[in-house]
């Protein structure tokens, strides 16, 4: 478990926004993304990434991937910082980091069918490979992700939306990498089909040795997958621990207001339990506020919160928490009996 | 295999049915099923064997002059089929001219067989350049954005700014009248519109996640450009592409009408039409003849051009 395979160093992602009819020459605004983000992903272990939207957890995991420059910081892969490579050697180290996509659907190119989808990385990466060792490949990743592989010549419209996330998975894995980024693999897709998919994810990283990192805003997915949880707002990450340390013992406001609201499935416990509601809205991140982001919703804010970003602060050993107070913010309650 | 046995067989259960359904064939589908289509394609099938068998069939040159007929056009050259006891014009055994002289006593229906080989050609090879440059420069533009994107762009629009048909008449007297100045010239500005309905087209496909899995994936941007954004372009550029070949077709005629297009002894539509016309009260049939093939091969293209619209974007109904 020690052994580090990606780790993001003070990431940051700004984006330019340009201000409503702006002249060529004025400055656009800045929209901080992501700010001065630093996670782990170690080998074999599943990240889980929690936030509500907005937050940028998807924002992190393209610049991870390398479909958003980052602004600042570092992005290393096994100790190698992989935002300085050349377009060529970045595009090569597509094969060791493969995404998966929240809308089956569209990320499968309607004119392709199933077959030429699933093969393009191993054609990308693998060019060694002949034509038949290829579609070889490709119908022993479709049989392992649970599709028929005589449906290669299919289209992706022909397929249901759970079947068309086990393309896309498929399409993810057939280049063995060592790290999948699961964007909301499961938020488009039904309750009873969202457990197949979480569960063949899970099955496929223990057959695989692979690392997961996991995004989605529904905590009792990421729960269930997760061997760690960051949890991110407005860019920054707040809290980061074990899955059984953040949602059973949250130390951060928000996320034990983020925990509270996950509903309990038993209707005596669900009426008694103490729920802090965050009121107010997630605040623009063309302009934070100053100093805790959270500030502005947070119900155990102080006026020294506005000064400086708080650091990250061990609570328990790797359990870490960006709020001094945490200590305070106990009498919210909120966790969730697990 | 991680999938449990009651799983898979769920999933074979809802497993698509029936042969593999690609989109283009479902576009076939709906584009033969549109009645206005399939006889503008029919039509089209007729001009375009009329004009590859129309030279084995034809009795004379293009070039040879009829001097039995010559002198009385007005009278005798009026089509074969027309000719009978109170007229001039000698049986079709006698002479061949099913379609009647034009005023140089010169078989038409060789010559509206030539006519029709030079204005199809004008018309697919504009549009062709039109779908290859266009395509391409509008992707590749439209791809990669940014500065590269603007200044790509300002070139088209330079060009465009440009009064085409003025240039186009300069290049022909200044270089000569040829087939070959005709298609660089036309060449030049069929692709124009194309690149700036393919950039618009791009830029919308590159916000989308195929595209963004091919980029993570690490595919290299001009395979991304070919795989990916180009077949997703076909579609429009199909149909745009069906519509460009009867303005191009109008382009030449309108050049060649004005006396500035292919050369004597050959001809085009354009060409036919404007001698007809000269010709109108005398032998209206000069006129009527390559007119009805103008405007029946236009009405043609139109049609497959609306029902490849349809067919290939059932959405904007």
Redesign the interface.
């Known amino acids: 478990m020690t052994d580090v395979l990606l780790e993001t160093r003070d990431l940051d992602v700004t984006f330019d926004i340009a201000k409503r009819g702006a002249m060529p020459w004025t400055r656009p605004d800045a929209l901080q993304a992501v700010s001065k983000a630093n996670l782990t992903v170690h080998r074999g272990e599943t990240l889980g990434l929690v936030g509500e939207s907005g937050s940028g957890k998807s924002t992190l995991a ?1 610049a991870i ?3 958003v420059r980052p602004t600042g910081g570092r992005v290393l892969w096994k100790g190698r910082d992989i935002t300085a490579l050349k377009p060529a050697e ?6 060791h ?3 998966v ?3 089956p659907l ?8 199933v077959g030429q989808i699933i093969a ?2 191993l054609k ?2 693998r060019g060694d490979l002949d034509a038949k060792e290829q579609r070889r490949r490709v119908g022993e990743m479709m ?6 592989p005589n ?1 290669q ?3 992706p ?4 939306g759970g ?1 068309c996330q086990r393309i ?1 998975i498929a ?1 993810a894995l057939i280049t063995e990498p060592e790290l999948v980024i699961c964007d909301e693999p499961v938020s488009a897709l039904d309750v009873s089909v969202q457990a ?1 998919v979480v569960n ?1 994810l899970k ?2 990283q223990k ?1 695989m040795g692979l690392s997961l990192m996991f995004i989605a805003h529904d905590l009792s997915v990421v729960r269930h997958i997760s061997s760690r949880i960051d949890v991110l707002y407005l860019g920054r990450i707040v809290e980061t621990g074990t899955a059984a340390e953040v949602t059973g013992a949250p130390k951060h406001p928000y996320t034990r207001a983020l925990i509270s609201s996950v509903p309990i499935p038993d209707p005596r416990l669900e009426r008694t339990r103490h729920r802090p509601v965050l009121k107010g809205e997630l605040p623009s991140p063309m302009d934070p506020p100053s100093g805790c982001v959270f500030r502005t919703r947070c119900p155990i804010a102080r006026e020294s919160c506005a000064e400086a970003r708080p650091p990250l602060l061990e609570a328990a050993p790797g359990h870490c928490v960006a709020c001094p107070f945490y200590e305070d913010a106990g009498a919210m309650g909120g966790a969730v009996s697990a | 295999m991680v999938v449990s046995h009651s799983q898979s067989a769920a999933l074979t259960a809802a497993a698509p049915m029936g042969p593999p359904r690609s989109l283009w064939a479902d576009a076939r589908a709906r584009f033969f099923r549109n009645r206005a289509a399939v006889g503008g394609l029919v039509v089209l099938g007729l001009v375009a064997g009329f004009a590859i068998f129309g030279p084995f069939v034809a009795q004379h040159s293009i070039e040879e002059i009829n001097w039995s007929i010559l002198g009385k056009v007005d009278d005798a050259g009026g089509p074969c089929f027309l000719s009978g006891p109170d007229n001039e014009i000698p049986p079709c055994s006698e002479t061949g001219h099913w379609f009647g002289t034009d005023a140089q006593a010169r078989d038409l229906f060789a010559r509206t067989v030539q006519g029709t080989q030079i204005s199809l050609m004008v018309g697919v090879v504009g549009a062709l350049i039109a779908v290859l440059v266009g395509t391409i420069y509008g992707a590749v533009s439209g791809y990669f954005g940014g500065r590269l994107d603007n200044m790509m762009m300002r070139v088209v629009d330079v060009l465009m700014s440009v009064p085409y048909m003025f240039v186009l008449i300069l290049l022909l007297v200044v270089f000569g009248r040829s087939i070959l100045m005709l298609f660089i010239g036309i060449g030049l500005i069929s692709w124009l519109d194309m690149a700036r309905i393919a950039r618009g087209q791009t830029l919308s496909l590159r916000s989308r996640d195929f595209i963004e899995a091919a980029i993570a994936t690490g595919v290299h941007p001009f395979r991304i450009i070919l795989r990916h954004i180009v077949p997703n372009l076909l579609g429009v550029v199909i149909v745009y592409a069906t519509l460009l070949v009867p303005s191009m077709i109008i382009y030449e005629s309108f050049i060649s009408f004005l006396g500035l297009g292919v050369q004597e002894p050959l001809t085009s539509w354009g060409a036919l039409i404007n001698e007809g016309a000269d010709q109108m009260r005398q032998g209206l049939w000069m006129l009527l003849i390559p007119l009805a093939f103008f405007v029946v091969s236009l009405f043609g293209f139109f049609f497959v051009g609306d029902g490849l619209r349809d067919a290939l974007d059932p959405k904007d109904r």
């Not at chain 1, 049989?143 to 028929?148: A, D, P, Y």
Request: avoid cysteine.
């Open positions: 393209r991937v390398g479909t970045r595009r090569a180290h597509g094969r980091v493969q995404m996509f929240q809308d569209a990320a499968l190119d309607p004119r392709m069918n393009e990385p990308t990466h049989e392992r992700v649970g599709l028929l449906l010549n299919r289209y419209h022909e397929f249901s079947q896309g399409r197949q063949l099955g496929l057959d």
